[in-house]
């Protein structure tokens, strides 16, 4: 059993998780990520780490209630305990000193980047970050990017908070005046993709974290392939980072919509 010391709401569908899990936090990683089974009957899922810290054994989950496992962990509350949590699990993300890397975050994404981020200034990178939410009402954790951030952009798709627009408008900008010597992207596989053909033609390396659809996450049931140039990667044990340059974006798209129906079906009983 693992208890919620703290709970935050950021919108109406995203909160946020500090959990009691000193094992974890010791052994975590930037990049890593755990799956959740939160009571008896839930299902298994993927959730990355989006904070860890050794000395308080705890660490942090940002979370968007998108169907009825996260929708019914979002009925919890501080002092409640999850049932299960494996972990760390997946290969740490690669951080070595480098003059600029640009780091970018989508929605939800934005959480996952941040202990990248944290790890890449650390170890003495110029880092930029640039994060793109939908709306001001979306946006959090502001203040943890600015502390680890040499410049931070943020981009709001309807213009009420920073730049108007994707972020690949600010990431093409930046890539017109300097060197970048690598980009990491995560949110959405839209996002990651358009990141990734934004910086394709100039050749600057491009990490994305992907999400494929995991039951076991130890690489033994196969439900995390995805084609990366002439592999077959296993995202829960070769990833989640993989080169952008080689996904097979179309083919993780439609591998994602697989369970669409019966996810359908227990989201609308979940709601009765
Ligand atoms: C490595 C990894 C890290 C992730 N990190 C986060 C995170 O930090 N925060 C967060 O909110 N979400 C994260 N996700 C996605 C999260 O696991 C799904 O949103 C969640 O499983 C949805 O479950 P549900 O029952 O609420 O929704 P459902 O209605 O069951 O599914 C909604 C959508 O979520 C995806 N999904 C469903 N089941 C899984 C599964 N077992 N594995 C992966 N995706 C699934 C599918 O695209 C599906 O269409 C991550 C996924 C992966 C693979
Ligand atoms: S989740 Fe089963 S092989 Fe990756």
């Known amino acids: 059993m693992y208890r919620i010391l703290k709970k935050e709401v950021y919108s109406p569908v995203t909160y946020m998780w500090v959990l009691e899990a000193p094992d974890v936090a010791a052994a975590a990683r930037a990049g890593q990520f755990v799956i959740v089974c939160h009571n008896e009957t839930a299902e298994r899922i993927p959730l990355t780490i989006a904070d860890f810290d050794a000395d308080s054994g705890t660490i942090t989950l940002v979370i968007q209630a998108v169907g009825k496992s996260t929708r019914e962990m979002m009925t919890y509350n501080e002092g409640d305990h999850i049932r299960d949590l494996a972990g760390p699990l997946g290969e740490a993300s690669h951080i070595e000193p480098l003059s600029t890397v640009v780091l970018i975050g989508g929605g939800l994404g934005v959480a996952p980047i941040y202990p990248i981020l944290r790890q890449f200034k650390l170890k ?18 502001q203040e943890r990017f600015s502390a680890y951030s040499d410049e931070l952009i943020i981009t709001t798709d309807d213009g009420s908070y920073g730049e108007k627009g994707l972020v690949t408008i600010p990431l093409q900008r930046l890539i017109n005046e300097r060197t970048i010597n690598r980009v990491v992207a995560i949110g959405p596989l839209v996002m990651m993709r358009a990141c990734a053909e934004v910086t394709r033609p100039h050749g600057i390396p491009t990490v994305v974290s992907l999400n494929p659809i995991m039951v076991d996450g130890t690489g033994m049931c196969g439900s995390c392939r995805v084609t990366v140039g002439n592999d077959v990667k296993f995202s829960c044990i070769d990833g989640p980072d993989m080169d952008g340059h080689l996904v097979n974006f179309d083919e993780l798209m439609n591998r994602q919509k697989r369970f669409d129906k019966y996810e359908k079906i227990a989201n609308k009983k979940y709601a009765q």
Request: glycine share 12%.
């Open 124 to 141: 003495g990178s110029h880092t930029i970050s640039i994060l793109g939410f939908r709306t001001r009402e979306m946006m959090f954790w």
